[in-house]
């Protein structure tokens, strides 16, 4: 299981440039695999040539919920210099009212909503959902936990957990949201050199629950797998985190030097597109790097600049914990 130590060794030995060309392509994966699903956020399985086509139709590449909660999770990282519930809660609550149109479930404004009528940020998700939520909107935003603690599995999985109490209290939504953030910190640690096969070992010794272990387990068999279709098939394409986390993973390690194959190959899934894409974007983005990423997609991403000012922020944040 990766430690401290591995991450100072990346920090030192590939470059700070290195280190934050992935901080910046993770944000703006993130983002892309979250824009480029949307419109097909419910559907079907999808072509993968259809998915290129949409992009290159849309004038703006418009991102939604998944990528606004991500940027609050990162904005409150730097704030803090690490995590504060409160703290996170409360820029949760500011950027929903700011833009509430970005595409937000039911679940979130009550949260938001009670927490502003007094509950504590930790109980008010168990009072909505009795024995918690495990959707996949905890999993959806970790990304910038599995940047800032990639050097530290212990923290990152505390951050993890902690940070989806807020809105997803169930141990399965908390355990999907703690294995996207590894699978990040692995990307970042590892990428572009690793192998999936390792990749996959280390993520089946950091996951506790047997769900998330028999999915890992069905991916060994999935990687080779000419159909695109079976891993939907095999692992899910909900809204459960346990229906999207391993799907999204999946994708990547079937692709891990193309973040466009890896990406479209997301959205191509259906079901919950813009979530599995975009929790795809930034695995591949930290994989890869920003330099991967088309530019013919980031040039039309919304609000590029400030997601791009965001990642370099939480890396100077990040480096400065050391």
Not at 73 to 93: K, P, Q
Not at 239 to 254: D, K, Y
Request: proline share 4%; hydrophobic share 45%.
């Amino acid at each position: 299981m990766m430690g401290g130590k591995e991450g100072l060794i990346l920090a030192a030995g590939s470059g700070r440039d290195v280190l934050k060309g992935k901080f910046r392509g993770c944000l703006v994966g993130l983002a892309l695999g979250d824009a480029l699903g949307a419109p097909f956020e419910g559907a079907g399985s999808v072509d993968k040539r259809e998915v290129f086509a949409a992009a290159e139709r849309r004038q703006v590449l418009r991102y939604t919920d998944d990528t606004h909660m991500a940027v609050g999770v990162a904005e409150s990282l730097i704030a803090c210099r690490g995590f504060d519930g409160s703290h996170m809660a409360g820029i949760f609550i500011r950027n929903f009212e700011r833009e509430p149109w970005r595409g937000y479930g039911p679940g979130p404004p009550l949260v938001f909503q009670r927490i502003k009528l007094g509950v504590p940020w930790d109980r008010v998700a168990e009072e909505i959902y009795p024995g918690g939520s495990f959707g996949n909107g905890a999993a959806m935003r970790v990304a910038p936990v599995g940047l800032f603690y990639y050097r530290d599995t212990v923290r990152l999985r505390e951050v993890a957990f902690l940070s989806a109490q807020i809105t997803h209290a169930h141990f399965l939504g908390k355990e999907g949201a703690a294995l996207q953030a590894f699978a990040v910190a692995l990307a970042v640690i590892y990428g572009p050199s690793g192998s999936p096969e390792d990749l996959l070992e280390r993520m089946g010794a950091f996951v506790t629950e047997r769900v998330y272990r028999d999915k890992l387990e069905k991916m060994k068999d999935l990687l080779g797998a000419a159909d695109p279709a079976e891993v939907a098939v095999h692992l899910g394409n909900g809204i459960e985190a346990f229906n999207s986390v391993p799907a999204a993973i999946c994708c990547f390690l079937r692709h891990p030097g193309s973040f466009e194959e890896a990406v479209t190959e997301a959205v191509g899934l259906g079901g919950d597109a813009d979530t599995i894409a975009s929790m795809t974007g930034a695995i591949s983005g930290a994989w890869l790097g920003i330099e991967a990423i088309p530019v013919e997609w980031t040039a039309k991403l919304e609000n590029r600049d400030y997601i791009e000012e965001l990642a370099v922020r939480l890396w100077e944040t990040a480096l400065g914990q050391e």
